[in-house]
């Protein structure tokens, strides 16, 4: 769902910037809530893996293909606050080094698939893990439920600018029908990916889940063949902080093999904006990227002619620039932290 240059016009796109940009100053502000020394890094990490699985084109329907936005998978690993800043760094690499994005786009790029997304799953994921039994697998569920819905929210979100500052005149009623068909189908694959990657972190390491602590049941003991709840003196002390070491490079080595590898197998139709947008006219305006010379461009090694590798190597180089990145963005937020903002994390887990 990257919007191109040309789809929005230019007052609105500085709105959308304007916005974007606040929005990135109050995930700034609420990410030293959420960061602590062990999860700054894999912060970082969670970026790079969206970026890496956003290269996996998977089809939907005829001739059209969708991809993970990753906002509610950021959102539940890391946090909402750190989550849609995980986001903006891979739409930023994404549309600087790959062209994909516009650049004048990047402030709806930025609220559509960051803020939109993060926010929506995260308030439904949240809501859904109050009501449902408190147990690994219905947070799993609540991850699923929580994807689904994220992409469609964005599709309307991406219709209701296009509303406002569209570049073609187009019936907006038949533009949200075959935008939220697509992105409903869309939301299926997401929430797939989301669910069985929150699921797989879960069973290893429930403690680096940010949407799975404080979910801990109450310790239970069977007293004449009934369940009671344990005194606070029988609970468990709680355990010492473990590495992540393990964790992250299991992680990293993932990224990389997906982008570098998997990714030449992603399906080649076009995206769900980019169907819609061929079939209702909405590109009758688009403009050439501003990083189209990008040595980069389109996923490939420039002068690279055999497909494969050109683009394993574009897929390898966007991992390890987007795990720099937003691992130097957020362990620079981690140490901007003032005693009096103390860190969500707790020792609970699922």
């Given at each position: 769902?990257?919007?191109?240059?040309?789809?929005?016009?230019?007052?609105?796109?500085?709105?959308?910037?304007?916005?974007?940009?606040?929005?990135?100053?109050?995930?700034?502000?609420?990410?030293?809530?959420?960061?602590?020394?062990?999860t700054a890094p894999l912060a970082g990490l969670v970026a790079a893996f969206v970026f890496a699985v956003q290269m996996l084109n998977f089809p939907v329907a005829a001739g059209t293909s969708g991809h993970l936005l990753g906002g509610a998978l950021a959102a539940?690993?890391?946090?909402?606050?750190?989550g849609m800043l995980c986001i903006a760094v891979v739409l930023l690499m994404q549309s600087i080094l790959f062209a994909d994005?516009?650049?004048?786009?990047?402030?709806?790029?930025?609220?559509?698939?960051?803020?939109?997304?993060?926010?929506?799953?995260?308030?439904?994921?949240?809501?859904?893990?109050?009501?449902?039994?408190?147990?690994?697998?219905?947070?799993?569920?609540?991850?699923?439920?929580?994807a689904l819905v994220s992409v469609p929210a964005a599709a309307v979100a991406f219709t209701a600018v296009y509303a406002i500052g569209g570049t073609t005149d187009v019936p907006l009623g038949k533009v949200l029908t075959a935008m939220v068909g697509v992105h409903v189908l869309i939301g299926i694959g997401e929430a797939a990916i989301t669910a069985l990657t929150v699921g797989a972190v879960i069973a290893v390491r429930p403690d680096l889940v940010h949407g799975a602590r404080g979910l801990a049941a109450p310790l239970k003991?069977?007293?004449?063949?009934?369940?009671?709840?344990?005194?606070?003196?029988a609970a468990p002390s709680p355990a010492p902080a473990r590495s992540t070491?393990?964790?992250?490079?299991?992680?990293?080595?993932?990224?990389?093999?997906?982008?570098g590898f998997v990714s030449f197998y992603a399906s080649a139709n076009p995206d769900g904006l980019e169907k819609v947008a061929a079939d209702k006219g909405i590109d009758e305006k688009v403009q050439e990227h501003g990083a189209a010379d990008s040595p980069l461009a389109d996923y490939g090694v420039k002068?690279?002619?055999?497909?494969?590798?050109?683009?394993?190597?574009?897929?390898?180089?966007?991992?390890?620039?987007?795990?720099?990145?937003g691992s130097g963005v957020f362990w620079s937020v981690r140490r901007r932290r003032t005693?009096?903002?103390?860190?969500?994390?707790?020792?609970?887990?699922?």
């Open positions: 769902m990257h919007v191109p240059d040309g789809f929005i016009n230019a007052p609105v796109s500085a709105v959308a910037g304007v916005v974007a940009a606040g929005a990135v100053a109050v995930g700034l502000r609420g990410a030293r809530r959420e960061l602590d020394d062990r539940i690993l890391v946090g909402p606050y750190t994005g516009g650049l004048t786009a990047l402030g709806v790029n930025i609220t559509v698939m960051g803020v939109v997304t993060t926010v929506v799953a995260y308030a439904l994921f949240r809501g859904l893990t109050r009501v449902l039994p408190r147990t690994r697998r219905s947070t799993t569920v609540a991850a699923f439920v929580a003991l069977r007293v004449d063949g009934a369940l009671v709840d344990a005194p606070a003196a070491r393990k964790v992250r490079a299991a992680g990293l080595a993932a990224a990389l093999v997906l982008a002068d690279v002619e055999n497909a494969r590798i050109s683009g394993g190597l574009a897929g390898v180089i966007g991992v390890g620039a987007t795990v720099a990145v005693p009096e903002e103390p860190t969500t994390r707790t020792t609970e887990s699922v």
